[in-house]
């Protein structure tokens, strides 16, 4: 996955590796309970990781932010997506053309230490958003895969492969 396609609603892998071909290639799994950050272009766009992203390759031009407690990823993810977080991730961006952020610098952005239980209601209500995302997808894909079947047509999208195939069904 790219970091831009990480908020694309109805993301659809493109493309494979071959894990055991590639060592170093598990540092770019996505972990539940991270947050992850657009790192250039949109700089600081937040990313929560859950459980069914474990299996995603994410590109290493994104900023992973492992949580010190695991079970508080949510609640720096909705920090990192107020304006306060916002503001603090871009103040120091830099590049003329295509802004850029680095770890070092988001390193250094505070995040309030609030009450821990509330912290903990906070991430709970994230966690469960992004489940509930993932689960509006998986239903859209049935209910794509009904019509494809119905209709007797292929279900992968054919203009993927070959822009210029012949059309003729």
Known sequence: MLP???????????????????????????????????????????????????????SQ?????????PKTGGYIYAYL?????????????FGITVKHIRPNQVDQIP????????????SEKVKKAFELRKQAISLLTEAQEMIYDELGAPSENIFDED???????
Request: without cysteine.
């Open 4 to 58: 831009q396609e990480m908020f694309d609603f109805y993301w659809v892998p493109r493309k494979y590796i071959l894990a055991d071909k590639m060592p170093k290639i598990k540092d770019w799994f996505l972990k539940e309970d991270w947050v992850i950050l657009t790192q250039s272009g949109s700089v600081g766009k937040p990313f929560f990781a859950t459980k069914g992203d474990e299996n995603v390759v994410l």
């Open 61 to 69: 031009n994104a900023i992973r932010i492992p949580p010190a407690d």
């Open 163 to 169: 822009p210029d195939a012949d059309m003729t069904i």
């Open 81 to 93: 997506s107020t304006w306060i977080g916002q503001t603090l991730l871009k103040k120091d961006e």
């Open 111 to 122: 995040i309030p230490d609030i009450d821990y239980n509330k912290q903990l209601e906070i």
